[in-house]
């Protein structure tokens, strides 16, 4: 499998901060990676995919960006209702992977 | 609106069968892969295997191979997810999920969710 690494594992910030989660591959993926959001006792959301596309409707603060093994999500200035916990998802190789997640708090 | 909507919690006892159901609204159902992820309590997300409604044609994680069965009926608009003989270990929340474009790579996401099925598995 094509293990997915993040850093950190959960974060401390405040509304206004700019915040940047990373994703690293084991592998070599291309642009095929997908951020998702997931709100406690929620389904995951997706944010971006392949890489640096925004889905509809999401906000422009988030961003991705990344090639290879190493992706980050950048959330430009920090929301209350961006508290969550992210995940990202290589979709190269299957099976399927997803990291480990980031917890973003509140400080 | 694209919705998926899934069948209710449920309880079984080690070694009982279960079927969970996943049903989509809004699109074209038969056309758009539909994927099942696992969430154990507290932990993250693990992809299980996918299915395409118009053809049955499913991939499973090597995970998951031979411990569940993944199969779609698409007069109905519904997948499926199926446990012969449950074990406690497989108490968890089961997420279905559409896929934009499985094995497309750029467009390969889960796009739309369905709200969540938790399975407790106790004696």
């Known amino acids: 499998d094509n293990q997915m690494t993040q850093s950190p594992s959960s974060l401390s910030a405040s509304v206004g901060d700019r915040v940047t989660i990373t994703c690293r591959a084991r592998q070599a993926i291309s642009i095929y990676l997908n951020w998702y959001q997931q709100k406690p006792g929620k389904a995951p959301k997706l944010l971006i995919y392949?890489?640096?596309r925004l889905q509809s409707g999401v906000p422009s603060r988030f961003s991705g960006s990344g090639s290879g093994t190493d992706f980050s999500l950048t959330i430009s200035s920090l929301q209350p209702e961006d508290f969550a916990t992210y995940f990202c998802?290589?979709?190269?190789?299957?099976?399927?992977?997803f990291g480990g997640g980031t917890r973003v708090d509140i400080k | 609106e694209v919705q998926l909507v899934q069948s209710g919690p449920a309880v079984r006892k080690p070694g009982q069968s279960l079927k969970i159901s996943c049903k989509g609204t809004?699109?074209?159902?038969?056309?758009?892969?539909i994927g099942w992820v696992r969430q154990m309590p507290g932990k993250g997300l693990e992809w299980m295997g996918i299915?395409?409604?118009?053809?049955?044609?499913?991939r499973y994680s090597p995970s998951f191979q031979g411990q569940v069965t993944i199969s779609a009926d698409k007069s109905v608009n519904t997948a499926y997810l199926q446990w012969r003989s449950l074990k406690a270990s497989d108490t968890a929340i089961y997420y279905c999920?559409?896929?934009?474009?499985?094995?497309?790579?750029?467009?390969?996401?889960?796009?739309?969710w369905g709200q969540g099925t938790m399975v407790t598995v106790s004696s």
């Open positions: 809004g699109y074209r159902f038969s056309n758009y892969w």
């Open positions: 998802q290589q979709s190269y190789f299957l099976p399927l992977t």
């Open positions: 299915i395409y409604p118009d053809d049955s044609d499913a």
């Open positions: 999920a559409r896929n934009l474009d499985f094995s497309s790579g750029a467009n390969d996401a889960f796009d739309f």
């Open positions: 392949a890489a640096s």
